[in-house]
């Protein structure tokens, strides 16, 4: 039976909320005083972007919005089935789109969204990631925000989970795989 335990730090809190808000900053530099719709996908990039919001400048006409999606299915490994199992509320036809995901692996879930939400004629459509694991991808996304590129090591902490745990640890953390 092998057993989950957390394991050393990879990005330490200072370390994140420093590359939070060069983020921010080249964001609302880019869109200048144009009108912003955040969107999050959850549940991960949930603390992500709440920090990300909060960096950006107050005079900024930042809108957040938030989709739920499912393809993980409990387990560490992408399925590659992408489930919408809440979508956005706002009408996003001739608005700024920026999605915000935690991470991107396979690439599978950012494709499918981006494929679906590019079909309501958005004015523009980014993406931010916090963490990219690029040796993981299986079909190309363009990712204009990043925050880190990370090896493929199984993490969890500041809105990535195990099996649903360790999402609100601050720093982002390693998990260890032991076999008892
Ligand atoms: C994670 C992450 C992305 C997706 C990335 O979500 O938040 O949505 O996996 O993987 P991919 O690039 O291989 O498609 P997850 O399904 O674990 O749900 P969660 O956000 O609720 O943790």
Same mark, same amino acid.
């Given at each position: 039976m092998s057993e989950y335990k957390l394991g050393? #730090?990879?990005?330490?809190?200072? #370390?994140?909320?420093?590359?939070?808000?060069?983020?921010?900053? $080249?964001?609302?530099?880019?869109?200048?005083?144009? $009108?912003?719709?955040v969107v999050g996908i959850l549940t991960g990039a949930s603390i992500f972007l709440t920090d990300l919001v909060r960096e950006m400048p107050e005079d900024m006409d930042v809108r957040m919005d938030f989709m739920s999606v499912s393809s993980y299915m409990q387990?560490?490994?992408?399925?590659? !089935? !992408?489930?919408?199992?809440h979508d956005i509320k706002t009408s996003i036809e001739g608005k700024n789109v920026l999605v915000v995901e935690?991470?991107?692996d396979s690439g599978l879930t950012l494709a499918y969204l981006l494929k679906l939400l590019s079909s309501r004629k958005p004015k523009s459509l980014k993406t931010c990631v916090l963490l990219d694991k690029p040796s993981r991808r299986k079909? $190309?996304?363009? #990712?204009?925000?990043?925050g880190f590129e990370v090896p493929d090591e199984f993490v969890v902490g500041y809105g990535l989970d195990y099996a649903g745990m360790w999402r609100h640890l601050k720093d982002i953390r390693k998990v260890n795989v032991v076999e008892v």
């Open positions: 050393d #730090v990879m990005m330490p809190r200072d #370390v994140i909320a420093g590359r939070v808000k060069e983020l921010a900053a $080249e964001i609302a530099n880019d869109f200048d005083k144009q $009108e912003l719709l387990s560490t490994q992408s399925s590659g !089935v !992408v489930r919408i199992l935690d991470i991107i079909t $190309e996304v363009k #990712v204009e925000y990043k």
